[in-house]
């Protein structure tokens, strides 16, 4: 399964609402998930199940959709949140990442 | 708190072999499958093997390892090792490893330089 992100890298102010879309090759029902990776360090679970944030993550971060079209929203954007996303599908093998979109200032 | 730490990287010539081992905390090892994700130097992240909870003997390999790679666990150890052969430079990358799936908890990964 080929998962596309796009945009590959998006420009945004402090304090904007941006949203990032992940389209799946097949149908892959609710099996995906959001990392964040920030320069220099390991990638962050923020939501599976294409839907759920995990524990810890800020409010700010929703996700949504389900088949083949996902999306990864921030409401407003903060300065940590400058960083990389990466969707990911747990429905079949092989695990699949999408390329990635950098979000930066 | 769950914590993940990775070793046994560093500069392996081409054909040579590596272990790596990710050893774990804070959680009943034993409960969660792990995997090993790498990222190669400026690119995007790649599934390289998971095992399966228990004893491990569900194993599953991305195609472009299939055959070089064996991931295995110690459950005593609290260990998830990554046994690399037949070493190639396009496997050059940052090794993490991860727990659970999806990956919940990740470690601060360990270099590999095949050169």
């Known amino acids: 399964i080929i998962l596309t992100q796009s945009p590959v890298t998006m420009s945004a102010s402090p304090g904007e609402r941006v949203t990032l879309s992940c389209r799946a090759s097949r149908t892959i029902s609710n099996t995906l998930a959001w990392y964040q990776q920030r320069p220099g360090q390991a990638p962050r679970l923020l939501i599976y199940e294409a839907s759920s944030r995990a524990p810890g993550v800020p409010a700010r971060f929703s996700g949504s959709g389900s088949g083949t079209q996902f999306s990864l929203t921030v409401s407003s954007l903060q300065s940590e949140d400058f960083a990389v996303y990466y969707c990911q599908q747990y429905y079949s093998w092989p695990l699949t990442l999408g390329g990635g979109t950098k979000v930066d200032i | 708190e769950v914590r993940l730490s990775e070793s046994g990287g560093g500069l392996v010539q081409p054909g040579g072999s590596l272990r790596l081992s990710c050893e774990g905390s804070g959680f009943t090892f034993s409960d969660y499958a792990m995997t090993w994700v790498r990222q190669a130097p400026g690119k995007g992240l790649e599934w390289v093997s998971v095992v399966g909870n228990g004893d491990g003997h569900i194993t599953k390999y991305a195609d472009s390892v299939k055959g070089r790679f064996t991931i295995s666990r110690d459950n005593s150890r609290n260990t998830v090792y990554l046994q690399m052969s037949n070493l190639r430079a396009e496997d050059t990358a940052v090794y993490y490893c991860?727990?659970?799936?999806?990956?919940?908890?990740w470690g601060q990964g360990t270099l590999v330089t095949v050169s």
């Open positions: 991860a727990k659970d799936e999806p990956w919940g908890s």
